[in-house]
């Protein structure tokens, strides 16, 4: 029996913990002992429920006490906790996901001598958008972790540039979902007619740029008051998207839920899925939206245009451009043949290039070759 842990910062179930849950779940327990660690010093109110849908699939749950998600003094303590762990379990593979478990644990792990260490770049924090020096120190950090493992996977093709000095190429594993999990689409029936209705789920921090797509929605509600935005997330910007929400008197259109853990409800009444995001290194939010039938409009950054095609499945433009992003929402809006034929071809995408078990055979690949 092989010992496999994998490890995650947020004890959350957003998209990454998404990945590794289907990850671990479609390893046999006969075959493999599943362990999944998480951060003990970051509360974000679903700690609970993340650990109950871990053990439910036979993994055990730990938690680290020194890992932050922030860069700080306290990550060589975070390290030295790592070793410890490693060098008492004696895994067989460990697995890190996104950047500050993936330079503290794979340093550790092959300190440790883990025989096998693979890290999935979910994301990475050098873009346009970070000035010097900051983007230079990132981008070292990343690259001298990549020194410390055995095989990388990365979620687009896009971050391929950044890695064609390794011996090794990294390579490229599509994020998947288990759509035969999610309650069937149903033909929007109970919608409400008179009412457009835009949906936007995620965090409401800088990488998703909120406040973009509220400059875009009070746009798009000039033109058509019928429109009516929900932002689902919660997030370091949430004060200032309800502040922005209030100053512009956008109550009665835009309304914000925070945190909820099933949006279903939401995506099979809604008209249009929308993001504003920065930089995005996959989204499984957007295969989500698709499964639904439901046309996204979104940026064109990273990984985004390996996932929506624009003009196929969604509209994309450029980031920080609410005008633009206002006027595709407008375009689908207007023109409800083009919503459908859109959203039809959305669900035809992501259920035929992004299944969960294409995912999955392909990290098990990683993890007997």
């Known amino acids: 029996m092989r010992k496999i842990l994998h490890i995650q910062v947020l004890p959350k179930l957003s998209g990454v913990q998404k990945v590794s849950l289907e990850i671990l779940k479609s390893l046999p327990n006969e075959e493999y002992e599943k362990w999944i660690l998480f951060s003990d010093t970051i509360d974000c109110g679903d700690k609970e429920e993340c650990t109950r ?5 036979g993994a055990k749950v730990i938690f680290s006490k020194k890992m932050r998600r922030e860069i700080c003094l306290q990550d060589l303590a975070a390290t030295k906790e790592l070793y410890d762990l490693f060098k008492k379990e004696k895994f067989d593979i460990v697995h890190t996901n996104s950047t500050k478990p993936g330079i503290i644990g794979r340093i550790a792990a092959t300190m440790a001598g883990v025989p096998l260490v693979i890290h999935t770049v979910h994301g990475l924090a050098f873009h346009k958008f970070v000035k010097f020096p900051r983007w230079q120190f990132y981008w070292l950090c990343e690259m001298f972790a990549s020194l410390f493992c055995h095989k990388i996977a990365l ?95 956008l109550e009665s259109n835009v309304n914000m839920t925070g945190w909820l853990n099933d949006v279903t409800d939401y995506y099979q009444t809604y008209d249009i899925f929308a993001l504003s995001s920065i930089y995005e290194s996959f989204g499984l939010i957007f295969l989500e939206a698709g499964y639904y039938h439901l046309p996204t409009v979104a940026t064109n950054v990273e990984g985004i245009p390996e996932v929506v095609a624009d003009g196929e499945t969604g509209l994309l433009c450029n980031p920080r451009d609410p005008e633009t992003l206002a006027k595709n929402i407008v375009y689908l809006i207007e023109h409800p043949e083009e919503r459908k034929r859109i959203g039809d071809n959305a669900y035809n995408r992501v259920t035929t290039l992004f299944t969960s078990e294409k995912m999955v055979q392909a990290y098990k690949k990683l993890y007997e070759e």
Request: hydrophobic share 35%; proline share 6%.
């Open 53 to 57: 849908q871990f053990e439910a699939i």
């Open 155 to 249: 979620v687009n093709s896009y971050y391929q540039k950044h890695f064609k000095w390794l011996k090794r190429m990294p390579v490229t594993i599509y994020n998947g979902i288990d759509f035969n999990l999610l309650p069937p689409h149903e033909s929007h029936s109970n919608k409400n007619e008179d009412k457009i209705n835009i949906l936007c789920v995620g965090r409401l921090d800088t990488p998703k740029d909120p406040l973009t797509l509220l400059a875009a929605a009070r746009l798009v509600i000039q033109q058509h008051p019928e429109a009516h935005f929900t932002l689902v997330g919660d997030g370091e910007l949430y004060e200032q998207c309800r502040e922005y929400i209030q100053k512009h008197q």
